[in-house]
């Protein structure tokens, strides 16, 4: 009887158990069919997403180089507008060096026209929107300077000797000469563009340093660029700050020691508080491969 009973039982779980994977079968069929459908509809919405991220690649989609007129006595500068930048009679390799923000300490492998033909930039974005970070912006301008100068290069890293800029009186005297220049530029229409770091050569041959919210690490890399020396930017304030500064170069003081304004040490640390500690640092060399002039446009 129990023999009997278990082989009737076992049989009826064993058609149980193939109706039941018959149903299961039919279940995930059935589902599997669903999702073929679903994903038909879904990937040529993918593909379409896959080839619009493909063809849209982040960089200058108007970009206007024409070599500097040597009779336009403009300074040199760059300035970031609300599309894009504005640079006016600076070479290639100063333009590799703002790209780098300023960690390109040595550039090697440059032709001598990249280093002494100035060029007049403009670069929008018309369908984007432009970031508003430096780094970002930074990868822009390394961008374009690969499309149009079919710039190919790599880093390379090594110890050497540079200048430290530190801060130990600085955050009075900062503030001191932003409240200054604050009130120098109130009611004038002609206020400089936030952002900005201009760099001017006054008549009587000194040099005039127009800062507006900028990080001091910009300041850093305009000190280098005027003394010929690696300057790391070690004051740690990651404020934004306005000032101008005036300096008379070593050439001139040399010539006049009686100058009315002292060299660019003497003035940072008057006007700003801030001092040059020499130190090792690490230093980038910029190995250039490849560069090429431009397309006239």
Not at 49 to 57: E, G, P, W
Request: proline share 4%.
């Amino acid at each position: 009887m129990v023999t009997g009973y278990t082989t009737r039982y076992s049989n009826y779980l064993h058609i149980k158990s193939i109706a039941t994977l018959g149903k299961l079968r039919w279940f995930f069929l059935s589902v599997a069919q669903s999702l073929s459908l679903l994903l038909g509809c879904l990937l040529p919405l993918s593909h379409s997403l896959s080839a619009q991220t493909a063809d849209h690649v982040d960089s200058y989609d108007v970009v206007s180089i024409r070599v500097h007129d040597p009779a336009d006595n403009t300074s040199m500068y760059l300035k970031q507008t609300p599309t894009g930048f504005e640079s006016r009679n600076e070479s290639v390799t100063l333009l590799l060096i703002r790209a780098k923000l300023g960690a390109c300490d040595q550039v090697t492998g440059i032709p001598d026209w990249a280093m002494h033909t100035a060029y007049d930039v403009i670069a929008k974005m018309t369908d984007s929107t432009l970031p508003s970070d430096d780094k970002q912006r930074a990868v822009l301008l390394l961008r374009l300077l690969q499309d149009r100068f079919g710039l190919k290069e790599t880093d390379e890293a090594y110890q050497g000797d540079g200048l430290i800029l530190s801060a130990p009186q600085a955050d009075k005297k900062l503030m001191a000469a932003q409240a200054k220049m604050e009130a120098s530029v109130q009611g004038t229409s002609g206020k400089p563009q936030e952002g900005t770091l201009q760099t001017l050569s006054t008549t009587s041959g000194n040099t005039l340093l127009i800062a507006t919210k900028v990080h001091l690490s910009n300041l850093a890399h305009t000190i280098a660029g005027a003394l010929h020396e690696k300057v790391v930017d070690g004051t740690q304030l990651p404020g934004l700050y306005s000032f101008q500064i005036e300096w008379s170069s070593d050439a001139l003081l040399e010539d006049n020691p009686d100058a009315k304004f002292p060299d660019l040490r003497s003035v940072i640390h008057s006007e700003l508080g801030l001092t040059l500690v020499k130190g090792k640092t690490t230093l980038i060399r910029c190995a250039v491969k490849e560069i090429h002039k431009p397309d006239a446009n």
